[in-house]
């Protein structure tokens, strides 16, 4: 063995997609690790729950929008090894959703064209995602 064992953490994220093909980037907030940095919408799965019925709780209780696990689509996945656990975060795209994002924990939001995403800082995680949503959209 190279490393000492970590936990997994499994982490749900969400690239939204709106009308114009531009992606909802949320800046985390001060007080949070690696916070500033900008990431896709989503969160923890919890015990019981399937990543889809994870972003579906987040994307409600983060940016008060609706969508449905059948309006989410499996892209791609990040795995990645930080000092404390690894993080396994499997993406998903969602065009269609009801409501308009807000900012209710704090966050910073901004819908960003996926060829500009290299100008927002981002988590280690999230930043290899990039060229999968350029090749997509």
């Not at 896709?40 to 799965?45: C, D, F, H, L, N």
């Not at 960003?112 to 999968?132: C, S």
């Amino acid at each position: 063995m190279s490393q000492e064992a970590r936990p997994i953490l499994l982490v749900a994220a969400c690239a939204l997609v709106d009308a114009d093909g531009r992606v909802l980037l949320a800046q985390r907030p001060e007080g949070k690790s690696l916070a500033g940095l900008w990431e896709y919408p989503g969160g923890k799965v919890e015990q019981g729950e399937t990543p889809e019925e994870t972003l579906v709780r987040e994307l409600e209780e983060e940016l008060g929008i609706e969508t449905r696990t059948a309006c989410l689509a499996p892209l791609t996945f990040a795995s990645h090894t930080y000092e404390a656990f690894h993080l396994l975060m499997p993406l998903y795209v969602c065009r269609r959703f009801w409501g308009t994002p807000q900012p209710r924990e704090g966050q910073g939001l901004k819908w960003v064209r996926p060829r500009d995403m290299r100008d927002y800082p981002m988590p280690p995680a999230d930043a290899p995602l990039i060229p999968f949503l350029i090749d997509l959209l």
